[in-house]
């Protein structure tokens, strides 16, 4: 399997512009999480989907930010404005939830390395 | 109550070492404690996780140790190599997703 993919890797724009980034999951996995990681504030959840319903978006910033997931196989974070504040490593994981509260592992993608002029 | 306090923030170690790792948690709700290991340019990637109805849990040169009383649980690396040099993460959940993830601890291993 080839994992989490990511694109673009790395993103360089200009405050005001909007930005999309995208992720496929690993065939199979039923649950998909996009994260925030700073400096500052280390590893956040912006938003998990489960069978590609948005589930938990109570980490997403504020209104500029936007995910959908479309289907199984793609999922998006829109970043509309963007803001210098945004620039962060977003990373995209997916997970096979398993029935009965068992735990599941979150695989991560490498990231994109968004950096907002 | 949904932090979860990871200490230190760096370290240095020689090859052969045995870093250790700490983390903390307040709310007793958590059920699940995952480790990850997060190599530069890299995506997070799962070390080894436990579970508070056990005490250790060792996979290779990994081990966690739980202390469920003390709400405290660490990470040891046995015979540190310099491949291990990493960040690492400690997280902690309750129910099937959401991780809280720790601030991460940049190790190296010195060869």
């Known amino acids: 399997d080839a994992g989490v ?12 512009q909007e ?3 995208r992720c496929k999951p690993i065939s199979g996995h039923n649950s998909l999480f996009w994260y925030r ?3 500052m504030r280390g590893l956040e959840l912006l938003i998990y989907f489960n069978n590609n319903v948005p589930i938990d978006d109570s980490g997403m910033p504020e209104d500029r930010f936007s995910a ?3 289907n199984a196989s793609f999922s998006t974070l829109k970043i509309q404005p ?7 490593v977003y990373f995209c994981a997916s997970s096979l939830a398993l029935a009965g509260g068992l735990k599941d592992t979150q695989y991560f993608g490498p990231g994109t390395r968004l950096t907002v002029l | 109550q949904q932090q979860v306090k990871q200490s230190p923030q760096s370290l240095i170690v020689q090859k052969g070492g045995i870093p250790i790792i700490n983390c903390a948690y307040e709310n007793t709700a958590f059920d699940y404690f995952p480790w990850y290991q997060q190599f530069p340019g890299k ?8 579970r508070p109805d056990v005490s250790e849990k060792k ?3 990994f081990t966690i140790s739980f202390n469920k009383s003390a709400k405290q649980f660490s990470l040891h690396i046995m015979d540190s190599q310099p491949g291990d040099s990493a960040t690492y993460f400690c997280a902690a959940s309750k129910g099937t997703y959401k991780y809280i993830f720790g601030t991460g601890t940049r190790l190296k291993v010195l060869a």
């Open chain 1, 68 to 70: 959908k997931m479309p």
């Open chain 1, 19 to 21: 930005v999309t980034l």
């Open chain 1, 82 to 88: 963007s803001e210098p504040r945004d620039s962060a």
């Open chain 1, 37 to 39: 990681q700073t400096m």
């Open chain 2, 43 to 50: 995506g997070p990637a799962l070390l080894i996780a436990i």
């Open chain 1, 5 to 16: 993919i990511q694109s673009p890797r790395h993103e360089v724009t200009e405050m005001g």
């Open chain 2, 59 to 61: 996979e290779g040169r």
